[in-house]
């Protein structure tokens, strides 16, 4: 477990944002190379959760700094979260254990943060770690279709399973 005690709140909600946005444009890429619908579709939605992600971070940070911008770092820290790496080369199989390291961490970040938080704000980020642990539920299933089924990314889901 990550010590996220060395790190100011407007930090870690910072660090959290960026890791959101990143989330975003990953799972938005991968959708978009994908043939398989029902997989394409699962990545948008991953990608659209970041996004709604992203903006409850935004407001819990106005909610608890009132009339205080939000710094969002340029790089994601990977002390905190764990970042998908894809190459031209990565296989789905490779990527989806990458996604599910990467929901672990946010789900886990999300969980640490909360018990640094009041109670009113606390929920905000307990939703965001079981959140963050569907995601990875989700991934899980992905992971394991793509074991099963070789093609499972590269063909229509018909021509899969046929």
Same mark, same amino acid.
């Given at each position: 477990?990550?010590?996220i005690s060395?790190?100011? =709140?407007k &930090?870690?909600l910072?660090?959290?944002?960026r890791?959101e946005i990143?989330?975003?444009? !990953?799972y938005? $890429? +991968?959708a ?6 029902? =997989?394409k &579709?699962?990545f948008?939605l991953?990608?659209?959760?970041e996004t709604?992600h992203?903006? !409850?971070?935004? $407001? +819990?940070?106005g ?12 790089k994601?820290?990977?002390?905190l979260?764990?970042?998908i790496?894809?190459?031209?080369s990565s296989?789905?199989?490779d990527i ?7 929901e672990?961490?946010?789900?886990n ?10 109670n009113?704000?606390k929920?905000?980020?307990?939703y965001?770690?079981?959140?963050e642990?569907s995601?990875?539920r ?6 394991s279709?793509?074991?099963e ?5 590269e063909?229509?889901?018909d021509?899969?399973?046929?």
């Amino acid at each position: 477990m990550v010590d996220i005690s060395k790190y100011s =709140l407007k &930090e870690l909600l910072g660090f959290a944002v960026r890791s959101e946005i990143d989330s975003n444009q !990953t799972y938005s $890429n +991968l959708a978009h190379r994908l043939k398989n619908p029902l =997989l394409k &579709e699962k990545f948008q939605l991953l990608a659209y959760e970041e996004t709604k992600h992203k903006e !409850t971070l935004e $407001n +819990l940070f106005g909610s608890i700094f009132p009339g205080e911008q939000i710094r969002v770092p340029e790089k994601q820290s990977e002390e905190l979260f764990k970042k998908i790496q894809v190459t031209p080369s990565s296989s789905l199989v490779d990527i989806l254990k990458q996604a599910m390291d990467s929901e672990k961490s946010a789900e886990n970040f999300y969980a640490n943060l909360a018990k640094q938080i009041e109670n009113t704000k606390k929920r905000i980020l307990e939703y965001l770690s079981k959140v963050e642990h569907s995601h990875f539920r989700m991934l899980e299933g992905e992971l394991s279709l793509a074991l099963e089924y070789e093609d499972y990314a590269e063909k229509p889901i018909d021509k899969v399973v046929t």
